[in-house]
Structure formats: structure tokens, C-alpha cells
């Protein structure tokens, strides 16, 4: 299995996840970081001599950009999986594994189950596991407490194995798969002569060994004749039966008991609630099902896959044992730039190179923030220090993560340690030039002219607090500085909008060039323009953009400068 399958089966499972619209170290950090955990679990376990108990999946808080999607190709890594918010969901919560039931089943089989399984509620599924409704313990009760109608048993198409069932029968002639489908349940005690003008064809006939009153539903061609008292039948009788097609069960109950539970009989289907179902699905919100329940009488709702099949049931006390999703940050530790559900999981650890941010946590974890160009250079020294090879693909996103950080090791934020692990990294990956593969990549992810203005500003976008303002910044790195003038057109009107939208005093974008180290920043917002001017000593053009000559880095050249200005104007 190739070193970057990273699925394996556990019983615990660690999402390891990047920021917000990510780069290209975000999606490559995640992927390898949660690689080289996997690989220290299952070290640890089998030194143990135990299977691993932990699982580690990379995941993304966004769209993966063009030079991501570049490099994930480069070294035929997947995509790590998408989603917008990690709060605890149905599937954290334990579910209870009621099996569904036929809706043939009889009343008294579904109570027996309810009884054995301590339930109230039980699923009724049909095909491939579609839920068709639920059957309570109320639903029997008024079944039998509210039913005046003695053709309830042929109403409700009651299947003749069920009646076997309920009654512990023995079939003496007639089809057990056959379907009661009409008639009244005739109790034949009275006189023949008026059982002869009473009984109907179709009739669901209970009488004891009266051999006349045998002879006269058969006569009338019942449906069922149910003999009560375990007495044997005539065989004569049997054939005679037979012939007229009509059923014979013989019971050993007496006949007040056999018709108690004739109507036990029925079938679940006819009783079921089938309108208006509460039902949830795996992915759905643990906080918007809790709500959800508030507004219903029910104590168990069954739970549904992302197909609409029928999962389990859970109640109002499965949320005593609600698992908070268990969380690996890399590349960020600010929450204005985590997934959506953040503050309501648990962190185990943090992996980056920015300055501290403002998460909390309940207990101590592990945090580990270098002040290196890239937060793959980090995970390539926890790889050696725990003695763990790196495989080709692993090196490779690790590469090529520095790579797209450092700009080939231009940036200011680069360090003699970026460089080394990035020359170490291509070694084993099979990289012969890293100019030309770093021209390649950046070539891949400097088509802009092609996108919309929402792809290229959220491409790799971040929120920060300073004192009381609150303001945005995006940046993009592109080969094709030609193309500037064009992408600040059709960014201007698009984070106009946005700045009201996003909720932030102002927003900045940096079109970064690769080739000549320099930045163009786009100002937008309540004094945006002003406080750019005075934190770099420059004055911008007539369309509200800086030049900025030899600003590469966000982290280190845009922020720290826009920071301190806002503190120092209160």
C-alpha cells in the first residue's frame, strides 16, 4: 500500500487540519503530519503487541488552490477530505443499535423485542434499509386498547405465519405465507343452526373441538378455521378443509386466550407512524438535534446515513456521553482562521510558525511554534527526531510546502533550517532541480486571469485582531505580474462588498510578484488607506494601492507593521 494511504481502520479518530482557505503548507503540513502520526501509533502499538487505538485524518478547511493541487498531483497524494465545521455531530454520539423491523412482523413479536432490548421505540425498515416508520410501545397498547372492530384482523392484512407465530399453532392444511386480507373473527359457540345463517365467507372462525361448528365454517368457507385447546381435528375434517381452501390452525390455547392473541397477530405496518418522522442524520449538528428533540414527546428518533439509510436510535440521555471531535491544528493558532466548531473540540496539539494567536484550551497540550519560514520544516524535524523515514510522497509535500512559503527560500521569514530541510526533503523525494520544479509549481498557481475574484481572494485569506479593529488580509503569489493591474480591477468592487459581509473594519490584499520580490497592496475599508500609509511611509496611488518594494511575507513584512500602527491609534 503506497505510504500516503493514511486511512486505516481505529477506534479513535484525530483530524489533523490547516486554516482557513489554506496554501499550499496548509493541505501539505496536514497530510504529512497526520502520515507521521500514524506511523509513531502504530509503532507504539506493536511494540505493545496491540493493534493502533488512534487514528490520524488529514482534513482541509477549504478549497484546494492550484498550486496545492499541483503538488498533490506531482506526488499522487489525494486530496485530504472537506469540511466547514468540526462541532460534534450525531456520529459522536453513541448510538444505540436497534435492528429495523418488517413491517409484517406481528404487535406481540415487536413487544417482545421492546422488551428485550429495554426499548420504548423500535425502526421499521423496508428495502435496502429505508426507514418506512416507527412503532412504539404506545402504538401497541392502542392497538389493542382502542380496536372495537372485529374485521381489524383481515383489515390490517394479517399474514397467516404471524397468526402460527402468536398463537404457537401447528398448520394442519393451508398455505403459511397466505395473507388474511378480509372476513370478521367469528367466535363459534352458539348453536349450529345459527352459526349456519352467522358465518361468512372469509371468516376468521375460533371455536374449540365442536366438530359441527368445524364442519360449519368450513361449510361456509372461512378463511381460518383457528381449533382452540390443542384437541385434534378429524382428518376427514382436514381434507375437507383443504378442498373448500380453507386454512386450519390447531392452538393450544383456550378460546378466550387464542382470541386475546389473534389480534396480537397483526402486523406492525397498519400501526406505525409513517407521517411527519423526526428522524436525524449522521453529519447533523449534536446542538441543532438537541434542540430538534426539545420540541417532541419522543424518547428514541431513529438516525440515517448520508444515503437514507437506517442507522440506530438515539434519546435525549445519548448526549451524557457526547465525544467532542478530538483536533491537530498545523500552520495556524488563531481562532478567526480555524475551521467553524473549533472552540467546541478538543485540542491535542498545535503545529505552526505564526505569532501566538488567542485559542484556549482546557487542559495542557502540545505546542509547538518555531519562528521558521514554514510549518513543514517543523514536521520534517519531528520526523528525524523520532527516528521515522520519510517516504518519496511525504518528502515531496514537505518540499514543496517550504518551497511555496519561503518563495525558493527569497522570503524573509526563510532560515538556514528551511533551506536545509528543503535540500534534504528533494533528496529523497527524487527532486533534481528544485528551481525548475519551485518555476513549475509557481507557474501552476499564477493563472489568475482565469478565476473569479471570490477564488483569488479567499485563495489564501486570514483574519487579525489589533486592539479593538479587527481586519482581513489576503495574499496571492503570481509568475505573471503583467496581469496585476487587470486582477486589482476585478478585486476593488468584490472586497467592497466583502468588507461589510466578513464583519471586519478593513481588508488588505498583497499580489505578491515572484520574480521581482515586490507587492502590490490593495486597500479597502475605514481608513484602510491611512493606516497602510502611515505603517510602511508610503503614499499609494490614485486607485488606493501601495507599492510595496521587497514585501514578500504577510507574517513578517505586512503584519507586524499594520499591527503595531493600529495599537498605536487606540
Known amino acids: ?87 460534534p455531530q450525531v456520529k459522536d454520539i453513541a448510538i444505540k443499535k436497534v435492528a429495523g423491523i418488517s413491517e409484517s412482523l406481528s404487535l406481540r413479536e415487536a413487544y417482545l423485542l421492546m422488551r428485550d432490548q429495554e426499548t420504548v421505540t423500535l425502526p421499521v425498515t423496508g428495502p435496502e434499509g429505508r426507514l418506512l416508520g416507527v412503532i412504539t410501545l404506545n402504538d401497541i397498547a392502542e392497538s389493542d386498547m382502542d380496536v ?16 402460527l407465530s402468536t398463537v404457537k399453532g401447528r398448520l394442519l392444511c393451508g398455505d403459511a405465507g397466505a395473507v388474511l386480507t378480509k372476513g370478521r373473527i367469528v367466535i363459534a359457540a352458539a348453536k349450529q343452526e345459527v352459526m349456519e345463517d352467522f358465518i361468512q365467507p372469509e371468516d376468521i372462525v375460533i371455536t374449540a373441538n365442536r366438530e359441527k361448528a368445524q364442519r360449519c365454517a368450513i361449510d361456509r368457507k372461512a378463511s381460518l378455521l383457528l381449533v382452540t385447546g390443542g384437541e385434534a381435528v378429524h382428518p376427514d375434517l382436514i381434507g375437507y378443509a ?6 386450519v390452525i390447531q392452538t393450544p390455547y383456550d378460546t378466550y386466550t387464542a382470541a386475546r392473541l389473534l389480534n396480537q397477530s ?18 447533523d449538528s449534536a446542538e441543532t438535534v438537541r434542540k430538534a428533540m426539545a420540541k417532541h414527546r419522543f424518547r428514541y428518533f ?68 518555531q519562528p521558521l519560514g514554514c510549518t513543514a520544516t517543523i514536521i520534517e524535524e519531528i520526523a528525524r527526531e523520532k527516528g521515522v523515514a520519510l517516504p518519496p510522497d511525504m518528502a515531496g509535500l514537505l518540499c514543496s510546502a517550504i518551497i511555496s512559503d519561503t518563495l525558493l527560500f527569497r522570503s524573509p521569514t526563510c532560515t538556514e533550517m528551511d533551506r536545509s530541510a528543503a535540500e534534504r526533503l528533494a533528496a529523497i523525494a527524487g527532486i533534481q532541480d528544485l528551481s525548475a520544479y519551485a518555476k513549475a509549481m509557481f507557474a501552476a498557481g499564477s493563472n489568475l486571469m482565469e478565476k473569479s475574484a471570490e477564488d483569488i481572494f479567499f485563495q489564501d485569506f486570514k483574519k487579525f485582531n489589533a486592539g479593538e479593529a ?22 476593488r468592487p468584490f472586497m467592497e462588498k466583502e468588507c461589510a459581509e466578513l464583519h471586519v473594519d478593513a481588508l488588505y490584499f498583497l499580489l505578491t510578484g515572484i520574480l521581482s520580490e515586490s507587492s502590490e497592496l490593495i486597500c479597502c475599508g475605514k481608513d484602510a488607506v491611512e493606516t497602510a500609509e502611515e505603517a510602511f511611509g508610503k503614499k499609494a496611488g490614485p486607485e488606493g494601492t501601495l507599492h510595496l518594494p521587497g514585501v514578500v511575507s504577510r507574517k513578517k513584512q505586512f503584519i507586524p507593521p499594520m499591527i503595531a500602527r493600529l495599537q498605536q491609534k487606540g
Open 242 to 247: 383443504e378442498r373448500q381452501g380453507v386454512t
Open 470 to 491: 479587527t481586519f482581513g488580509a489576503g495574499q496571492i503569489t503570481s509568475m505573471n505580474e503583467e496581469d496585476f493591474p487587470a486582477i486589482i480591477k476585478k478585486l
Open 1 to 87: 500500500m503506497p505510504s500516503s494511504q493514511y486511512y486505516e481502520a481505529a477506534q479513535q479518530t484525530v483530524f489533523v487540519i490547516g486554516h482557513r482557505n489554506p496554501d499550499t503548507d496548509s493541505i501539505c503540513s496536514a497530510i504529512a503530519y497526520a502520515w507521521l502520526k500514524n506511523q509513531l501509533e502504530e509503532r507504539e502499538a506493536k511494540a505493545r503487541g496491540e493493534s493502533p487505538k488512534v487514528r490520524y485524518i488529514p482534513m482541509r478547511a477549504g478549497h484546494v488552490n492550484q498550486e496545492s493541487a499541483f503538488v498533490l498531483s506531482s506526488f499522487q497524494v489525494p486530496e485530504p477530505d472537506y469540511t466547514t465545521n468540526v462541532e
Open 302 to 369: 431513529p438516525v440515517l446515513d448520508m444515503d437514507g439509510r437506517y442507522v440506530g436510535m438515539i434519546s435525549r440521555r445519548n448526549f451524557l456521553g457526547l465525544q467532542k471531535k478530538q483536533l491537530i491544528l498545523v500552520d495556524h493558532n488563531e481562532l478567526s482562521q480555524a475551521v467553524d466548531g473549533t472552540a467546541d473540540a478538543e485540542l491535542l496539539e498545535i503545529i505552526d510558525h505564526h505569532r501566538l494567536g488567542d485559542l484556549e484550551t482546557t487542559a495542557p497540550i502540545y505546542f509547538r511554534c
Open 266 to 283: 397483526m402486523p406492525v405496518g397498519p400501526f406505525m407512524c409513517r407521517n411527519n418522522l423526526v428522524a436525524f442524520r449522521l453529519e
Open 148 to 163: 372495537y372492530d372485529n374485521r381489524i384482523v383481515g383489515n390490517a392484512h394479517t399474514p397467516v405465519e404471524n397468526i
